[in-house]
């Protein structure tokens, strides 16, 4: 995981964004928000303990990066700090214009500055914008003398941030260093925050590198190797297991040593070769054949490489290991069957 510490806020400010499609408004506050200093640290730990920085992005345009709002109004911020307000109120107004679809909730939108943050070992100031969209019931209750009162309020709950952005400010050719959380949508009206608004594709580094490997990986021997090589459940799960422990027993990647331990198959490691030219254009992205491995990334990847074979809806084969411990065949009345080798039962 990669390291960073935010500790304080140093200035603050707050607009209400309402849904444009909606018909909804946007109200635009008058002057920096004025906290207490245990108010600060409650806020600090709301917006910053849900992000897991491992999967970093940049702010990044089609054509110049500069015709990027949020990249644009934070390089001001960051040339000017004194700005944040004056800015914070250009990029609430962006926000509400890319703020159409009609299941996206208005809520408060706060702009705040961090000074002095750590990320990997570098001191760098930060930008973070958040997004509060859902209200939780709340209860009070109230002793007098020998009696208790209770009462509902309707607030935002500190352990569920709806959606964050934290700007860096680093790289900034490259359209510094972003860090996103979206705790609320997941359909359509999801890509607003990350497509509409911010703008962001996923930055180029070792988590990045490995992630797509492992995607391609997946995909290669999910849809390629039984179209092309006739190759079986058994087969694809071996595969699928050889990848991840290659992934786990390495510290770098590299394309030779994979083909040659993994694949090993001249023709497939051709085919393979093959698909992930395709790969890469298809998706519009470049993979290197070498890289530095993200134990985050593989982690993360791991987990839907599931290598289960099933069987009608009668049993379900878990294979881990070893491709010489099950045969594959068919009796002499046409049933088909797995024959499966093992030392000690647990």
Known sequence: MNKYNI????????????NKGNQETIKLSNGYLNLNTEVKEVLVNYFIKPFNLNEYFNLYHDSDLAMNEVYSYASLIFDNPESLFEQ????????YENSTHPKIKGGEFYTAYFKNCELDGEIVDA???FKSENKDTFLKVHSMDNAFDIETDEGVNINKLDKGCLIFNTTR???FVVAIVDNTNKGTEAQYWYDDFLHVRQRKDKYFDTQNMLTMCKNFVSTELPEKFDASKADQADYLN???AFFKENDSFDMDKFTNEVIAQPDVIESFNSYKNNFQEDYKIEIADNFEISN???????RSFKSI???DKNFHIYIHGNREMIEQGVDVNGRKYYKVYYNEEH
């Open 127 to 129: 930008i973070g914008l």
């Open 7 to 18: 500790e304080e806020i140093s200035k603050i400010s707050v607009h209400q964004v309402g």
């Open 296 to 302: 985050a990334a593989v982690k993360k990847q791991s």
């Open 309 to 311: 074979i099933k069987l």
């Open 88 to 95: 914070s109120i250009n990029i609430a107004k962006h926000l």
């Open 173 to 175: 050719e490259e359209g």
């Open 242 to 244: 050889k990848s991840v």
